[in-house]
């Protein structure tokens, strides 16, 4: 299996039916309908937000340490047979706290999982919910600061249209000035002024979707002379509507602008593919030969936040 980084998975979004179910009975919680259609039918979505509408929906089965300890680990160890030596993976605390669950019972259960994995590097990135606003943001980089130590860095997620990134401003600044790493989805839904904003008001390192920055030329130039890393992911983008099929998707333009692109998978218990199903799935569309996909997976290593050593060791 080619050796590969994932830098875009959200570990709520690898919650497998099997495990929701196993967990809903362990805690007594009774799941939405919907919640276990998995089993039998593929989830379908209209858009990213009948998307978030389940996955927030089944979070609140995550009760204890344990329960997090086994989502993650779970994920661990799924990645690793996916060619997986390094995860840096998004989490998204203030749905856990709006759920009841203590804030230090999440980071001791993920983290745990993170320091016991001997198969792949990982580490977290802890994601503030747009939709929640700018104030909830910062009271939520406050409340994480006793756990400074556990997370690398910090990201933006949930529903993007109607929240700009340019909200975020203050509470970037002040993860910047805590030396955290700052990512941010953008141009997902939103076109690429959002991706501008991410990069010139929040600092982002990284720009996780950035699809439609291939509306405009000026910033597809931008982030091609400055090597500002992409995290693509083909099989959310198809099972979100985002594009109306795989075989419509921009990663072929993408690679061809020379820009620093990356494949992942975004909710793989959701849009069906873990890391290595994403690389199958655009080989198989695209045709790509050996040399592409050890481009993407070497883009990869080169757009995480490890060590120069680490990634050449890995790569
Ligand atoms: N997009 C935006 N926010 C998210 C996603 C996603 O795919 N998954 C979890 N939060
Ligand atoms: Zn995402």
Redesign the pocket.
Known sequence: MLPKAEL?V?IEGTLEPGLLVRLAARNGVTLPAAGTRGRTDRYRFTGLQSFLDLYYANLPVLRTEEDFHDLARAYLVRAASAGVRRAEIFFDPQAHLANGVPLEVVFAGLSAAVEESAEVSAELILCFLRDLGAQAAEEMLRAAMPFRERFTGVGL?SAEAGFPPSLFREVFRRAAAEGLHRVA?AGEEGGPDYVWEALDVLGAERI?HGIRAMEDPVLVGRLRDERIPLTV?PLSNVALNVVPSLAAHPLPAMLEEGLLVSVHS?DPAYFGGYADDNFAAVQREFGLDEDALALLARNSFDSCFASEKDRERWK
């Open positions: 875009h959200h997620d989805h996780d992911c975004d």
